[in-house]
């Protein structure tokens, strides 16, 4: 059980996190539960008691000022970083960083593109999804990019790309691998708005599949209301 | 180019020995393209250990019997600081680009996965240090006979220097001047394998059987293999977390 109300490093009384919620507390059908998470950098605390779910079909979009925790939050639901306190649940069961099934069902799209500057568009798409462990013909990578507008340019190394590029070469992974829940870090940086249209678009076809998203950003995501819910990290001010 | 990954289809089966072997596959594909497209770190490795090799004859008195002494134990130490040199990028880019992220987090087993880095490590800048090994040993005057058994420990020793310098590698991820650090942290663990290296050729040169020291080498070559990616791959989650 997180502390609450705990004095904060500079003397201050701990203002607690707004944890705004669009829709009711966790329920059993959620495909992802966080219990009083907590994250500390150093001695400063980014948040704590952090309670919320995440259900099919439904985008849980992140949002907050910079530095209050929005990534490492991303990165505790990805399995790459364990929490400082509670626990976090996929599809029911307790989950810890690096476990075998976060690997299989989640996509993380981090900030960087994790893209190889010396390989083609169409060499780091297919090797991308191939580490996920998806099946993928050459042809497939092919209409994914030309679908993204990078058709001229999948034989190019990424070296020669804009970042706008490059963040559209990343996203070719959000159509070829199969993953029940996604957890994009600011997808729409550098993006401009037929892509992120394009985005929004993918998004949207993924929760009709019954997937879900987890969505750090500073922009409104163009969805119906009704597939968003929301969370508020940072203190009050 | 690139290997068929392509019998696999459901993650759910990672940990199976397909899975493993398409890690290792996946690793050792990628990072031999990411090589070759980006020749002059290939030929820096390569040339940097040739450089050195060919620094010890010119510096001192090109007298034969010296340099056959000295021999073994210069290229065994060359190939050392080259491996050394390379090591340094194992991890380095995939980690500034957000790759290892993606790798950690791939269903494939990730000691595997490291396991296909280092096999491709090995092959960028390993093997082609032993391939012209022999030509750099003539500088040296060593026979036919040392010749063929420098070559021989070179193939053993090498792996190993790659597999140990891998946990260096990971363990070093995200340090300021990590460079230095990786260098302090790999050259004690590497000692026993210079040792048992040069000391095969020594051997050789006195009309011994190098068999011990091979035998010797090839045991730690075993020992590195099941061990190192598994340490290197806990190394890789821990500077993630």
């Known amino acids: 059980m997180a502390q609450q109300g705990r004095a904060s490093p500079d003397g201050a009384p701990y203002n607690a996190l707004r944890v705004m919620m669009a829709c ?8 992802l539960e966080a219990d009083h998470l907590a994250a500390h950098r150093g001695s400063t605390t980014l948040f704590q008691d952090l309670t919320f779910g995440v259900e099919a079909g439904r985008a849980l979009v992140v949002t907050g000022p910079n530095g209050a925790g929005k990534t490492t939050l991303l ?6 970083t364990a929490p400082s ?6 599809q029911g069961s307790v989950v810890q960083p690096f476990d075998a099934m976060l690997r299989a069902q989640v996509l993380f799209a981090a900030h960087t593109v994790a893209l190889s500057d010396e390989l083609t568009a169409e060499e780091n798409v297919e090797a991308q999804v191939k580490l996920a462990g998806s099946a993928v013909t050459r042809d497939a990578v ?11 340019q999948r034989t190019l190394p990424v070296r020669v790309l804009s970042s706008g590029q490059r963040r559209r070469v990343a996203l070719a992974r959000l159509r070829l691998v199969k993953r029940r829940l996604w957890v994009l870090d600011e997808p729409f940086t550098a993006l401009d708005a037929a892509a992120s249209a394009a985005l929004a678009a993918s998004i949207r076809s993924h929760l009709h599949d019954g997937g879900a998203a987890l969505v750090a950003t500073h922009q409104p995501l163009n969805l119906e209301p009704g597939l968003l819910q929301a969370l508020a990290v940072g ?3 | 180019m690139h290997s068929r990954v392509s019998e696999r289809e459901d993650p759910a089966t990672q940990g199976a020995p397909d899975g493993v072997l398409a890690a290792v596959r996946w690793a050792i594909a990628r990072d031999l393209s990411i090589a070759f497209r980006s020749r002059t770190e290939l030929g820096v490795t390569l040339t940097f250990y040739v450089i050195v090799v060919t620094l010890f004859p010119l510096s001192i008195a090109p007298e034969r019997s010296l340099l056959a002494a000295i021999g073994p134990g210069v290229i065994w130490v060359a190939a050392l600081l080259a491996s050394l040199l390379s090591l340094s990028r194992l991890f380095a880019a995939d980690c ?9 987090m791939s269903p494939f087993p ?3 996965l490291v396991s296909g880095k280092i096999a491709a490590h090995w092959l960028s800048t390993g093997l082609p240090v032993v391939l012209v090994a022999p030509l750099t040993g003539l500088q040296y005057g060593l026979d036919a006979q040392s010749l063929t058994v420098l070559v021989a420990s070179l193939l053993i020793g090498t792996p190993v220097l790659s597999l140990i310098g891998a946990i260096g590698a990971a363990l070093t991820l995200g340090v300021r001047g990590g460079g230095g650090l990786l260098a302090l942290l790999v050259l004690p663990l590497q000692v026993p394998v210079l040792i048992f290296g040069a000391g095969a050729v020594d051997a050789a040169q006195a009309g011994l059987s190098a068999s011990a020291n091979l035998s010797l ?3 730690a070559l075993a020992l590195a293999v099941v061990a190192a990616p598994f340490a290197a791959a806990s190394a890789v989650r821990v500077a993630l977390d």
């Open chain 2, 217 to 219: 080498l090839g045991a």
């Open chain 2, 96 to 104: 500034a680009d957000g790759t290892l992220e993606q790798i950690a």
């Open chain 1, 75 to 80: 990165r505790i639901v990805a399995g790459l």
């Open chain 1, 24 to 31: 009711k507390r966790p329920s059993n059908r959620s495909m």
């Open chain 1, 85 to 90: 306190g509670g626990t976090l649940r996929f």
């Open chain 2, 110 to 112: 990730l000691p595997a």
């Open chain 1, 142 to 152: 092919r209409k994914a990019l030309d679908m993204l507008g990078l058709g001229a």
């Open chain 1, 235 to 237: 203190s009050a001010h």
